[in-house]
């Protein structure tokens, strides 16, 4: 079907209480695999890009690989740069024809997040990019966003609200005890602060560091009507851990579409797992 930004997709999940998953690619073998998933699925989907992985790929190959393959399938696809921090990337990604952009502006105090987040949105908008925000500060490790525990900042509801009319952005990513990375075997989700954060707000709101997180949990926050969940995590290691058995078992194969096959079906399983968990399955 077509190749879209994240915010009319978002702001159905939030009313039909289902979530799209954004889910991190790193080349083309893990973004095949993706669209598969979201074309068998028949759900709509979300292919997030770190800065890392866009300075890696360029400007102009992922945006022309992405869209192309969103012509050929028959679901919303849409396309976000994941943790924006460096403004000149955010701008070129804007310019080159990313759907989506997140600006992370979590680790400036409150006034100056707006004030850069904001700018942002005034020239997205102009493109018709959808912006997603972080308001609070989310813990954990993800490539360049390494946020120790002590600097963990949960979301101030009444913050959350006002945030978003003075920037206008169009979904925001809150802090409510998840974290990038995997987990250690315990951990807290705050879901008082979060039934507050929906009651308070209209708009979509998003939760990152959902690799890892009992299925129970997961249940619990799609049914306060959070409207995206991100994977990240969870599809590197299964990227590499299926790499690493495929040698393993194969030790004398050189032919390499075999192990990317292999690969791409391993991580293909994990984003339908997902979609089925989060309920957009069949929402295409
Ligand atoms: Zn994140």
Redesign the pocket.
Known sequence: MAYVNTKEMLIKAREQKYVVGGFNIVNHTSLVAVFEAAKENRSPVIVQTSQKTVLELGYKVLPAIIKELADESDVPVAMIL??GTNTEIIKNCILSGWSSV?I?GSSYPYEENIKITKKIVELAHSKNVSVEG?LGH?GGK?EH?SVDSSEVLLTDPEKAVEFQKKTGIDSL?VAIGTK?GFYDSKYELDFNRLGKIMDLTDFPIVI??CSGLAEKDLKRLISFGVSKM?I?TEIKHIYIDSCRQYIEDHPDEYEPVKKISFVQQQVKDLVKKYMDIFGSTNKA
Do not use: P, V, Y
Request: hydrophobic share 30%.
């Open positions: 994941d943790h997140m992370d972080e989310i993800e966003i990513a990038h990152h560091g991100n990240s």
